[in-house]
């Protein structure tokens, strides 16, 4: 530049952490003698904004159901997405998932229920969970479609639906599922063949190594954290330890079907 000239210079800042970063521009002068002109620059990165949100599903009262989405305090409720009769959903990060009861599938769309698609089918799903450390996604099929449910299954596949198989079958219909740790949790329903396979039952990841840890209760639905187990019964919504000891009610005079923990 000429003496007294000046010139507009841009510089993008794209921090790839939260956290304060350092640089400098440093233009180069041809005239010998004349040291270069150099400017500081300092920036701080912001970590990404991430909105929670609460998703259930409405099943179907004779007119189709949906999935809702609401802010964590209920605020903004909104059906979503449609489904026939839609049952359990989990969420990760990036996805949105479902058992249709009607179609007979589990279904993956994005946060925003857009983008829905059947990942598997052919099957009677209740209870959909997500094991978030193996990336691998789990559902309870109850079986056949009669009043007393009969040869219900729980399956596992890929968060995306591949490789899907049942990790373990039973006489009685597959209402609940829930992971925690290395530990995968599920419910049998009463059957007069095997009336004494009904109740919570806990095996490995894939299945193996099967154990019945609490006797004889109808539970509807599960959850599972480090520490407790939760389901919905009859009497409504039980804690117990991850080996069903202690069980106790803990919630009582509403029609609970659900139950979620984050």
Known sequence: LGPGKSCTLSVAFAPTSAATFNATVTASVKRPGVAPATVSLSGTGAS??????????????????????????????????????????????????????????IVEADLNGGAATAIDSGQSPREVTIDGATGHLYWANSGTNEVIPHNGSIWEADLNGDNAHAVVSFTGGGQGVAVSGNHLYYTVGYTSENPNDAGIWEANLDGSNPVQIVPGVQAFNLAANASNLYWVGNAGLVQANLDGTGATTIATGNIISGVALN
Request: charged share 10%.
């Open 48 to 105: 990404p904004v991430t909105t929670h949100y609460l998703y259930w599903s409405n099943v179907n009262t004779g007119s189709g159901g949906s999935i809702w989405r609401a802010d964590l305090n209920g605020g903004g409720a909104s059906p979503i997405a449609s489904s026939g009769d839609p049952r359990g959903v989990a969420a990760d990060s990036t996805n949105l998932y479902w058992a249709d009861a009607a179609s007979g599938t």
